[in-house]
């Protein structure tokens, strides 16, 4: 059971996770903490509950289709209320992100209605036996997937060009606008690509949980608090903070109280960073 | 001229109860209430430089505390409302002394998770709180035989404890509190140099405005008399917060005038009910993009507006 | 001779990098000392660690003979050492004056109930530390622009509000950063005007610089850093003549003529 519970949360960890490496590509390009994030989680599974479900696409359009408009939603966001603000003082970030967040899941609220919708699951919710451990084929799917968008991402940062110029930006702003880079295309790109990474992290919460219109924010603060303990600002550590985040918030709730498990999680972030200020590893 | 503007101001603030109707009247409390809040949250944000964006659990721990004093243990509502008051002081520091090194971002997001966690503990302690059902049959007060029942007689309570706030809140930024505090938000690292205790002076701005939050609950349970977690959510925080920084962040009026323009716009804009939230979204976005600097600081740049109150000291 | 501060083994270091390293240095009571050295050697760390900035890896500070080691910047302000920074930390949207009233803040002693209540006590030492603040920034030089807010001040009158402002904690040692980075030989004249000032009332100034005319022209003591060692003390003229010295400076850029 303990095995089962185990992968479940590193499952929905990965999912935390996923949110989190978004979260933080936009925090060091932008250095703006981006509260909209959980927004663009929800968008999605939004979309794909209406593609495939409602509208009965095949499976593979509806995701492609949810993932690209989660990605244009991304830049829209960027250009509309990010980049007149860039530059300004924490509080006004703050507010700005805020106030998409609000708009986004409000929107979502008049549009599909505030009730809760139940996504089918694709990849399989009935336990499967594997010697005498019990597992979920949808979590196994889940980690899978996410494991392969990690390695396309490493490949993209580290052996493409655009994606080096991407982290040149996330490094030093300035210097990279001096090298002729044109920063504002980039921020753009990088939120383009936190909204895409938000929008496959919805498409795989949807069948787990459920699709509704307020998720977004305990996503993104869940996400913070990975990204809080695996160092704030390094993208390895997002992730990795984002599975101990799912792993022991699914743990906490099993063996602890299912009532409770957001709080647990609340006051494990509000402990680390009383006690580590920077975060549980000091990276930069 | 602006003596004779002040003074039409003040005589409709005070006669309000006699001429206006029922709702608008209702309404006019509730602003009250929040002008306590907003008030209370520029003390910690405005003046002190503090992101804080979890004021609500001040407000709920200050209703509950007055509530279940009033209804368990019949504590009458003016021991009740100082109860409260401390109660939600002490919260106040308790969240203020852990998060002393905790900065900007960081703190922006340990005040939301506080703020989440009081809202779920309210839920959660049913035998306590009432849980999501809340708690109802909250007396009104009651002094020397005469009770508070009516919006009109209850108006001047909240009105005087409008004051209340307001004039602290003026008192003390005009003083070495005032300029501490806001030395704090300017530089830290520099008011530290110059021999400011930063470490009471955080914790104090905390203590202060989570007080007055509380007074605020509590009047704000006694008025609706039913009280439930779900007037003390992360939203209702944000509503705060938007409150100061709409009117001006760091001063007092300006509070005061973010308090009365959020609380009415839903009100104004009944016609877009659905959508009122989402545009209220959008509406913060606007504001951060054009008018980061509030109301106040816009209307400075009209001459004719120009009072003392838009003076950044005051 | 009274060493009113003194410090021994002072050591400080930033992850590989030793910053300060194992500094023993004095600085005698009522006069003028510089600490000079190359860019990188250490002068702005160890102001940092006098004032409380951080606590060193090593070493005690001592100050009038109490041990300062380890405290925070408010309580050291509080035992009489007052510090100016290299990069201006002004309150920036405070006014000129409410900058330097901020700095009496230790010595008033209204209280919240008091202040509330707007006691006649309370308004009386509102008014004085009004008083002691104006006359400071007479006493700099700064006079007519007390409502000015400070970012407006220009550069050379920020740095003085920030020379009054540390003396309106009535200090006995008053560490100034680079108090003359980016000013003209005009402005740089009336500082120097200024610290004998300070230093006739009985004060102790230990300041860092680089511009030579103002070590050379005002101080009575030299300590030399190089690397967060310390490689020679001495008089000004001393100082001149000293081969390490000018070894630790050769190749590094000009002193400024």
């Known amino acids: ?284 | 001229m602006k003596k004779a503007i002040n003074f039409v101001i003040l005589l409709l603030v005070f006669s309000l109860p006699l001429w206006l109707p029922h709702y608008p009247l209702h309404l006019a409390c509730m602003v009250g209430i929040f002008v306590i809040l907003s008030v209370s949250l520029n003390i910690l944000v405005g003046f002190a430089g503090q992101i804080s964006l979890g004021h609500a659990a001040f407000f709920a721990v200050g209703a509950y505390t007055s509530t279940l004093l009033a209804v368990k243990f019949g504590i009458p509502f003016w021991l009740g409302i100082f109860a409260a008051g401390f109660v939600s002081l002490a919260f106040g520091i308790l969240l203020g002394v852990p998060t002393l090194r905790v900065r900007d971002i960081y703190l922006s997001v340990v005040t939301i998770c506080f703020g989440l966690i009081v809202q779920l503990a309210l839920v959660n302690l049913e035998s306590i709180t009432g849980g999501a059902r809340g708690i109802y049959g909250i007396p009104r007060p009651s002094i020397l035989g005469f009770s508070f029942s009516t919006p009109q007689s209850y108006y001047y309570l909240i009105l005087l404890f409008a004051l209340f706030s307001i004039f602290s809140s003026l008192r003390i930024l005009r003083s070495r509190y005032g300029r501490a505090f806001l030395s704090i938000r300017e530089n830290e690292l520099a008011a530290e140099t110059v021999g400011i205790r930063t470490t009471y002076y955080k914790i104090l701005a905390f203590a202060i405005s989570s007080f007055y939050a509380g007074l605020a609950g509590s009047l704000y349970a006694h008025y609706i008399t039913y009280i439930n977690p779900d007037a003390f959510t992360f939203g209702t925080s944000i509503d705060v917060l938007v409150m100061i920084v709409i009117g001006g962040l760091g001063n007092t009026w300006g509070a005061v005038i973010g308090a009365i323009v959020i609380s009415l716009l839903p009100e104004y804009l009944r016609f877009m009910q659905q959508y009122y939230r989402a545009v209220f979204g959008i509406g913060l976005i606007f504001m951060m993009v054009f008018m980061r600097t509030g109301i106040i600081s816009t209307l400075e740049k009209i001459p004719w507006a120009r009072s003392s109150a838009t003076r950044m000291g005051s | ?257």
């Not at chain 1, 509080?91 to 609220?109: D, E, H, M, R």
């Not at chain 1, 919708?117 to 996410?146: A, C, E, Y």
């Not at chain 1, 743990?251 to 402990?271: E, H, N």
């Not at chain 3, 008014?127 to 407006?152: I, P, S, W, Y």
Request: charged share 15%.
């Open chain 3, 1 to 257: 001779m009274a060493y009113l501060l003194e410090t021994s083994g002072l050591t400080k270091r930033f992850g590989g990098l030793t910053a300060v390293n194992k500094v023993n240095l004095s600085v005698e009571e009522a006069k003028i000392s510089a600490l000079i050295g190359p860019n990188g050697s250490g002068k702005t760390t160890l102001f940092n660690l006098l004032m409380g900035v951080y606590p060193p890896n090593e070493g005690k500070i001592l100050f009038r003979n109490q041990n300062l080691t380890g405290l925070i910047p408010s309580q050291i302000s509080r035992r009489g050492i007052s510090r100016t920074f290299q990069n201006i930390m002004l309150f920036q949207r405070l006014s000129v004056l409410e900058n330097v009233m901020v700095a009496r803040d230790q010595h008033c002693r209204s209280t919240l109930f008091g202040v509330l209540l707007g006691t006649p006590a309370m308004a009386r030492e509102d008014e004085e530390t009004r008083q002691r603040a104006k006359a400071l920034l007479e006493f700099v030089g700064l006079t007519g622009m007390e409502d000015q807010e400070a970012r407006n001040l220009p550069y050379g009158a920020q740095r003085l509000l920030e020379v009054a402002r540390a003396l309106a904690t009535e200090p006995q040692l008053v560490l100034l950063d680079e108090p003359a980075a980016g000013m003209n030989t005009s402005e740089t004249h009336e500082l120097m005007q200024l610290i004998v000032k300070i230093r006739d009332m009985g004060r102790t100034i230990f300041l860092v610089e680089h511009d030579m005319r103002v070590v050379m022209g005002i101080s009575e003591h030299v300590i030399v850093l190089n690397y967060g060692q310390k490689i020679a003390e001495g008089t000004p003229s001393e100082i001149q003549g000293n081969p390490e010295v000018i070894q630790a400076y050769l190749g590094r850029g000009k002193k400024r003529a």
């Open chain 1, 1 to 284: 059971m303990f095995i089962q519970q185990a992968v479940a949360g590193i499952a929905m960890g990965g999912i935390y996770g996923l949110v989190a490496l978004g979260f933080t590509l936009i925090w060091n390009a932008a250095a703006v903490v981006n509260f909209a994030q959980g927004e663009f989680c929800m968008v999605s599974g939004f979309l794909i509950l209406t593609f495939f479900v409602q509208w009965g696409w095949p499976f593979p359009v509806a995701f492609l289709i949810s993932i690209l408009l989660s990605g244009l939603l991304g830049l829209i966001v960027e250009r509309l209320a990010i980049r007149p603000i860039r530059g300004a003082d924490p509080l006004t970030a703050i507010i700005t992100t805020l106030g998409v967040s609000i708009f986004l899941s409000n929107s979502a609220k008049f549009v599909w209605g505030t009730h809760p919708f139940h996504f089918p699951s694709v990849f399989g919710d009935k336990p499967m036996q594997l010697g005498n451990i019990t597992l979920i084929p949808q979590n196994l799917w889940i980690i899978g997937i996410i494991s392969i968008l990690i390695i396309c991402l490493y490949l993209f940062f580290f052996q493409t060009i655009t994606g080096k110029v991407m982290r040149a930006v996330a490094q030093d702003r300035e210097t990279a606008s001096l090298m002729g880079i044109s920063v504002n295309r980039m921020i753009a790109m990088i939120f383009g690509l936190s909204a895409i990474m938000g929008g496959l992290a919805g498409i795989l919460l949807a069948p787990i949980i459920y699709v509704a219109a307020d998720i977004g924010l305990a996503l993104v603060l869940k996400a913070f608090i990975g990204a809080v303990i695996g160092g704030f600002g390094s993208l390895p550590g997002a992730l990795i903070g984002g599975i101990v985040i799912g792993v022991s918030e699914n743990l906490s709730a099993f063996y602890i109280s299912s009532d409770y498990k957001d709080v647990i999680s609340f006051a494990v972030l509000i402990g680390i960073l009383i006690f580590k200020p920077a975060g549980l590893f000091l990276k930069k």
